[in-house]
């Protein structure tokens, strides 16, 4: 079963505008992922999140997490075109049975109009 | 600067026949890790390994199978291709953090992916 559901499914803003992703799981973690993916392109990582953390920054993202929730949420400031891609969140399972596999959501479509 | 590759990019072949899709990383990543991805499933894992002669079961490993005879390379093989194994294919490299008997996975690094066609 997925370990990480992102919401919404798909997203579309105006350029210059916020956009917000959420990423929701069901058992303890490690560390959570982000990934984008443009169309026919492989994944690219954006943020790693350790279960210690509540918040990263790097560039024009932020991720936020919340371990009491079991979520995390990525936040893409001041969006451009070139964002335009699905973005999608993997959780690392956490305790000793972990196997050192990335569990995928289904991702979250963003486009950004110009 | 390191990379991992995937060749061929497309591939287009007839149920039955045995296909290999190979994998190349020069990160010198003992794990290395196959997914599928399709419409409405998101990333699926098919097989993976944690290094030389390790091979190990994803989710969806029917009709697969890995060798692991070096750190480079990961081969996957679809014993006889079937019209389900029409996808995108990736492979994946990782660094694995490790300590006291427990195991994570760190930042994968993909690669460019490869198109399969099952006719």
């Known amino acids: 079963s997925q370990q990480g559901e992102e919401d919404p499914q798909a997203l579309s803003i105006q350029e210059g505008e916020n956009a917000t992703m959420n990423c929701s799981y069901k058992?303890?973690?490690?560390?959570l992922q982000w990934y984008r993916q443009n169309s026919g392109r492989g994944l690219v990582h954006l943020i790693l999140?350790?279960?210690?953390?509540r918040e990263k920054h790097s560039g024009r993202l932020r991720v936020t997490l919340d371990t009491s929730k079991k979520s995390s949420s990525l936040l893409i400031t001041a969006s451009r075109a070139a964002d335009t891609a699905s973005y999608f969140c993997?959780?690392?399972?956490?305790?000793?049975?972990?196997?050192?596999?990335?569990?995928f959501g289904q991702g979250t479509t963003l486009q950004v109009k110009p | 600067d390191a990379e991992i590759t995937q060749s061929p990019r497309h591939k287009i072949t007839e149920t039955g026949r045995q296909v290999t899709l190979a994998c190349h990383q020069t990160?010198?990543?003992?794990?290395m890790f196959w997914y599928r991805q399709d419409l409405g499933h998101g990333l699926r894992l098919i097989h993976y390994?944690?290094?030389?002669?390790?091979?190990n079961k994803g989710e969806v490993s029917d009709g697969y199978s890995v060798s692991r005879s070096n750190t480079e390379d990961l081969p996957l093989t679809l014993e006889s291709a079937a019209s389900s194994q029409t996808s995108v294919y990736f492979c994946?490299?990782?660094?694995?953090?490790?300590?006291?008997?427990?195991?994570?996975?760190?930042?994968?690094?993909f690669g460019p992916g490869t198109r399969l066609l099952v006719l």
């Open positions: 994946a490299s990782s660094e694995i953090g490790t300590s006291g008997g427990a195991r994570w996975a760190e930042t994968q690094y």
């Open positions: 390994s944690y290094g030389v002669q390790d091979t």
């Open positions: 999140i350790r279960s210690n953390e």
């Open positions: 993997a959780t690392v399972p956490g305790g000793s049975g972990n196997t050192g596999k990335l569990i």
């Open positions: 990160w010198n990543h003992n794990n």
């Open positions: 058992t303890s973690i490690n560390n």
